[in-house]
């Protein structure tokens, strides 16, 4: 089955520590995007990629930061420069550039500062 | 940066009755796409439908359909028939097309909860 894939679902982390959040998909998709989602409230755009190799931030990129080294991968990492990052992460991908192709959403993981 | 407005951050409607929910947005692309997706208490993300900016008619899809009015840049959500299980977070999402080379990015709105009465 197609589909992105995210993992862990749930993650605690330590104040101070970095933690990576996966993304994967078999879509075979060149557009990935995250997004930051607190309770109750609209997703905000981290980071997204076009291609391999190339990333640009997002609205909310500080503390951030990711990697596309491969066309099925977009992990990011919630570096310890981010001051609050207990949060619900999204990662979405899109087929082409076209602007009628809507974007697929992974499951989520929901990132615990403890 | 692109703008996205949700102004009603809870609607209650009754069941079997239709809703409008409001999206305005801000750009000044020619060409954009406009979506709009269902959150509902599980995390996951349910797309619904698509308007494109050159798009002459109205999108529908099944009981959804969208009230796009370009020149006052707003594509509200009309959900015809509610149903128990219409009750979600739904968001309003802008698509741009950025310089050649770069991706598209996409912007969501904050969000309205809608709740179906029985």
């Known amino acids: 089955d197609g589909g992105i894939t995210q993992s862990p679902k749930y993650l605690f982390r330590k104040e101070g520590q970095n933690v990576t959040l996966s993304c994967e998909q078999n879509l075979n998709h060149d557009a990935m995007y995250w997004y930051r989602q607190d309770p109750g409230q609209g997703l905000r755009l981290i980071y997204y990629?076009?291609?391999?190799?190339?990333?640009q931030k997002g609205d909310i990129a500080e503390g951030y930061s990711v990697s596309r080294e491969k066309k099925e991968s977009f992990p990011l990492t919630v570096t310890s420069a981010q001051k609050n990052p207990t949060a619900f992460y999204l990662c979405?991908?899109?087929?082409?550039?076209?602007?009628?192709?809507?974007?697929?959403f992974g499951q989520g993981t929901r990132l615990t500062v403890v | 940066a692109q703008k996205i407005t949700q102004t009603q951050p809870g609607m209650f409607v009754q069941e079997k009755e239709a809703v409008t929910l409001d999206c305005t947005y801000d750009t000044s692309d020619q060409s954009y796409g406009l979506f709009w997706y269902k959150q509902p208490s599980s995390g996951e993300m349910i797309f619904l439908i698509y308007?494109?900016?050159?798009?002459?008619q109205n999108a529908t899809e099944g009981r959804y359909s969208l009230n796009f009015q370009k020149a006052r840049k707003s594509a509200n959500l009309v959900i015809s028939a509610s149903q128990l299980g219409d009750s979600a977070m739904y968001f309003c999402a802008h698509l741009t097309l950025i310089s050649s080379g770069s991706a598209r990015q996409l912007t969501f709105g904050s969000g309205t909860q809608l709740t179906v009465l029985p």
């Open positions: 979405a991908s899109r087929g082409t550039p076209l602007l009628n192709t809507e974007a697929f």
């Open positions: 308007q494109g900016s050159y798009d002459e």
């Open positions: 990629s076009q291609i391999v190799n190339d990333f």
